[in-house]
């Protein structure tokens, strides 16, 4: 039950192998058998349906070419399908993935994985990874993460020209997510296609977004881009302008240590934590990962409460949505690659409560099932897609590295997965998704939640893409690297 970012494209026999997989719907995570309920019950099977089986485990042993793609699942007399999933083997450099489609015939799916070049969010470790539930193998036809992603995938590499303006942290984390989902699937063509897209930064013909003393957590996120990029294709032109950021986010500092460019806005959870566990994956230099459990652990007094969710900010002490999904998916990020100690612990226990926090405010009846609110805890507001993205995000890596063993869980992530399906469209689009926004004034609990559920949800808002990717990326991974 784990997840992480790292990957890297395979020789090319490999990817031929993975490729003829993909395109053989080998890894297709959907079936049309599967249930057309979003709600699934805890602990079981979905309501209804048959169910496909978890894939294999890795191995600890064998060599990478074994995972290249996993094996067909035979039904069972049933009709319910086992699948085997090629597994990566411990040392190796690619890995199947273990997750099968359900419905009548149950078949494995082949990961990408390779040789050369890596990605973002993968701090590794040959532990075998948990089994994969049933209920996170099997999808309606049509809306498992494989559909869901690549639509999600086509829809970004239309913006890779965007201009970087005020929510262009949204822009660069879905385009992040475009490349390590297309690097995950062996989709070279779309990759090569996202990675040329950004040599206008790399070349300097664009310049980059401010890195000046003044600059704030918006602008630097943008360093998360070219890690990703360097990770995957050892260009320093782009590792330059990610550390140069990362490195600048720590150049002046509170009497603490923590980053002056701090607000305690849940939403820092992510930006800063994102850059800073960025530049942890391109160089292993420990000193990026010391910084970001420091300023985690510091934000995690501040802004948590004692039912495990969190203020947007200081001033702020509504339980908006999306500010609560930053955290979430950044302790998950983190998490992937602290080690063992104190600090892992206490982020791991700000994580674990949340996660218990959020479980009660899912929508568990009617047409949005499995969708959190854009103020968690306020009845009256409306579902939101964008932080529903980023808790089925936290949830699935939580659960694929072992943070998170009880089957409630794992209901939450499968209904969570099952209500973003509802809300994309045929062109990958995600809907009722919420547009950046600032914090509340000052004044009482009811008029700063009212500022946020009277804020007007959209589509096509790369706030909910990034994270749809994310999600999607995280069910079909075949590695675990939080495992501890």
Not at 281 to 301: E, G, N, Q
Request: proline share 4%; glycine share 14%.
């Amino acid at each position: 039950m784990r997840l992480d970012v790292s990957f890297r494209f395979a020789p090319r026999v490999l990817t031929a192998l993975v490729s003829m997989a993909l395109s053989t719907a080998l890894w297709n995570c959907s079936s049309s058998d599967a249930p057309t309920s979003p709600v699934v019950t805890a602990g079981g099977s979905s309501v209804a349906g048959s169910t496909g089986t978890a894939g294999a485990a890795p191995s600890t042993a064998g060599s990478s070419a074994a995972g290249a793609a996993g094996a067909a699942g035979a039904a069972t007399s049933g009709g319910a399908p086992t699948s085997a999933g090629g597994a990566p083997a411990a040392g190796g450099t690619s890995g199947g993935a273990a997750t099968g489609t359900g419905g009548a015939n149950g078949v494995a799916g082949g990961a990408a994985g390779g040789s050369s070049g890596g990605s973002a969010q993968g701090g590794g470790g040959s532990t075998t990874c948990p089994a994969i539930p049933s209920d996170l193998a099997t999808w309606p036809d049509g809306k498992g993460p494989l559909d869901i992603g690549k639509l999600a995938v086509t829809n970004f590499k239309s913006h890779t020209g965007d201009a970087y303006g005020g929510a262009g942290y949204a822009w660069t984390f879905a385009y992040v997510a475009s490349l390590q989902f297309t690097k995950l699937t062996a989709d070279s063509t779309s990759n090569a296609t996202l990675i040329t897209g950004f040599e206008r930064y790399a070349s300097g013909s664009t310049a980059a977004p401010d890195n000046s003393s003044t600059a704030t957590v918006d602008d630097r996120a943008f360093g998360d881009l070219p890690l990703e990029i360097y990770m995957e294709n050892q260009d320093d032109r782009s590792k330059k302008l990610g550390l140069d950021r990362a490195d600048m986010q720590w150049a002046a500092t509170t009497a603490d240590g923590i980053t002056k460019d701090a607000r305690y806005w849940a939403d820092d959870m992510f930006m800063i934590t994102g850059l800073q566990v960025y530049a942890y994956r391109a160089t292993k230099d420990m000193k990026y990962l010391t910084r970001m459990a420091l300023t985690m652990k510091a934000y995690l007094a501040a802004l948590q409460q004692s039912d495990g969710n969190f203020w947007h900010t200081k001033q702020s002490k509504a339980y908006w949505g999306r500010a609560n999904g930053w955290v979430a998916a950044g302790m998950a990020e983190l998490l992937q690659d602290l080690p063992a100690g104190a600090d892992r612990d206490a982020v791991l226990a700000g994580y674990k409560k949340q996660m218990d926090g959020l479980l009660p405010l899912q929508i568990t009846s009617g047409t949005d099932a499995g969708m959190w609110r854009q103020v968690l805890d306020l009845a009256s507001s409306n579902p939101e897609s964008s932080c529903t993205a980023m808790f089925t995000f936290a949830l699935v890596t939580g659960i694929r590295n072992g943070w998170l063993t009880d089957p409630k869980y794992v209901t939450a992530a499968k209904n969570g997965w099952v209500a973003l399906g509802n809300k994309t469209n045929s062109s990958g689009v995600l809907d009722r998704v919420c547009p950046g926004t600032g914090q509340a004034d000052a004044g009482t609990l009811a008029s700063q939640q009212a500022f946020y559920a009277n804020i007007t949800l959209g589509s096509n808002d790369q706030h909910g893409q990034a994270p749809l990717l994310w999600a999607a990326r995280a069910l079909i991974r075949p590695d675990c690297p939080g495992v501890r």
